[in-house]
């Protein structure tokens, strides 16, 4: 039995075909994400929602000829995506993407939107929405629209991978949990849309979609001569954690382009972290957008700006670095690489230098060691009490580099992991067509099938010996 397998995200769509009986994947290929519009107003990041259904659509039935069994759909998705659909489940509106920061624009009572908006959030309800309250959440671009009255009348707020589905089905959207908890507006406790906050804030006439299990279709679509059944999108993040087998008691290092620390918990409770709904009826407690592989592409691309600008290309530039940092084994150089917009501020420096230690080996030993240190402070933050059993590294970043790894491994002092495969999401969405398919009971029993299969699913260590 074979599956289609679509992780929707911001800068590709990318697919696959998933073989259940294997237990793998195969014929990965990679479309465009869509374009956003020119000539918006500042702070406004939109795309056109049509793009997005037909590239997805074009992307399932190239899949689909390689899996002519083909038996369903399953999705992941880029979070914090919004549609407004009408009456007849067009858009009434572009895609409006996590990028968008359009709260944080003027109130005509003073102040940004964002602003007017934390003041009449209190501290319960903000908790209740999972302690994530930020500008691109879609609740602050649907209260800045209903506060300058441009907001429709009689609209469904979908969920980008919701819209998605609806119109490659045919159907009413639905929302899986954790998509609907990335539109800022579900009430965790309830697991249902927060309808008194909405009201409060203006925002009751609005519709929103039925909340639904992975288990149940959307609908199906309309692919070759077949109808095929879709399921509810999942979050990009928790399936990329589904792929990395995350396990209660296990802490998760996922180290990209950004990073995250995350804890899957059986009980829904609060603390000075987000709260995310998990699989299972699990919940992920994570502390995101940590400076990682952004930030240190900024100074790679410093390292590499005098070479390139003679057009001197610079072979390798990141193997020349991992060589340079295992060469420089400390440094008393200092690092802050909040050099964007994060979790620990805007505002990076680079400290405590002499002419013995600005060399790339030192810089980027200091980085490292910054990093290390940041993820064992969130880890404290999430489990004061340490109650977990070892590591879990994911992502390009910490796949890639070990000085890295090692790192933040000494930091610890732990045991730990590392998944083996790059397309984390993908093998999470092969964990959901097994659920879907009935083949697994559960998302968990369906995680540990998986690491079952092969020797290589991950590669261990404990401390330093790697």
């Known amino acids: 039995m074979h599956f289609v397998a679509i992780d929707l995200g911001s800068t590709f769509i990318k697919g696959a075909v998933l073989d259940l009986d294997a237990r793998s994947f ?20 939109e795309v056109d929602p049509r793009q997005v259904v037909e590239a997805t659509r074009a992307l399932i039935d190239d899949l689909a000829r390689d899996a002519p069994d083909c038996a369903g759909i399953v999705l992941c998705s880029q979070m914090h995506g919004l549609v407004l ?70 609209a469904t707020a979908a969920a980008l991978p919701d819209f998605v ?20 507006a579900l009430d965790l406790a309830a697991r249902n849309w927060h309808r008194p906050l909405l009201e409060a804030l203006g925002l009751g006439r609005l519709r929103w979609p039925a909340i639904q299990d992975v288990r149940g279709p959307v609908g199906e679509a309309h692919v070759g001569r077949r109808w095929l059944p879709c399921y509810p999108a999942i979050g990009d993040q928790q399936c990329a954690l589904l792929g990395a087998a995350l396990m209660p008691g296990e802490l998760s290092l996922n180290i990209a ?42 100074l790679l691309a410093l390292l590499c700006e005098l070479a390139e600008s003679q057009g001197l290309s610079v072979p390798d530039p990141w193997g020349a670095i991992a060589r340079a940092v295992e060469a420089t084994p400390a440094t008393d150089l200092t690092i802050d690489l909040a050099f964007f917009a994060s979790a620990l501020g805007d ?40 109650d977990w059993t070892r590591l879990v590294f994911s992502g390009g970043l910490a796949q890639n580099l070990a000085a890295l790894r090692e790192t933040i491994v000494r930091q610890f002092g732990a045991p730990y992991r590392v998944c083996a495969t790059p397309e984390d999401t993908l093998q999470g ?38």
């Open 26 to 45: 195969a014929h990965v290929r990679r479309a465009a994400f869509p374009a956003p519009i020119a000539s918006l107003p500042p702070l406004h990041f």
């Open 85 to 154: 659909m009408d009456a007849r489940g067009e858009p009434a509106s572009n895609a409006i993407t996590w990028r968008d920061q359009r709260a944080l624009g003027p109130h005509p009572e003073g102040g940004t939107v964002f602003e007017q908006l934390e003041r009449r959030v209190g501290p319960q309800d903000r908790q209740l929405l999972g302690n994530e309250l930020r500008p691109s959440l879609p609740l602050c671009g649907l209260f800045s629209m209903s506060e300058l009255g441009q907001l429709p009348s009689d």
């Open 165 to 184: 589905l609806a119109r490659l089905c045919g159907a009413a959207p639905v929302s899986e949990p954790t998509i609907a908890a990335a539109q800022g």
């Open 257 to 298: 382009t950004g990073s995250q620390v995350s804890l899957v918990r059986p009980a829904l409770a609060f603390g000075d972290y987000q709260v995310r709904p998990f699989f299972d009826g699990g919940w992920l407690n994570t502390i995101t957008h940590i400076p990682a592989g952004r930030s240190l592409e900024l």
């Open 347 to 386: 505002r990076g420096a680079i400290g405590n230098i002499h002419e013995r230690n600005l060399t790339a080996g030192h810089l980027f030993r200091a980085a490292f060691e910054r990093m290390a240190a940041t993820y064992a402070i969130c880890a404290r933050r999430l489990a004061p009490e340490a």
């Open 429 to 466: 969405l092969l964990a959901l067509a097994l659920v879907c398919s009935g083949r697994a009971a559960s998302l968990s029993d369906a995680v540990v099938e998986l690491s079952r299969v092969g020797d290589d699913f991950e590669s261990s260590g404990q401390g330093l010996d790697v």
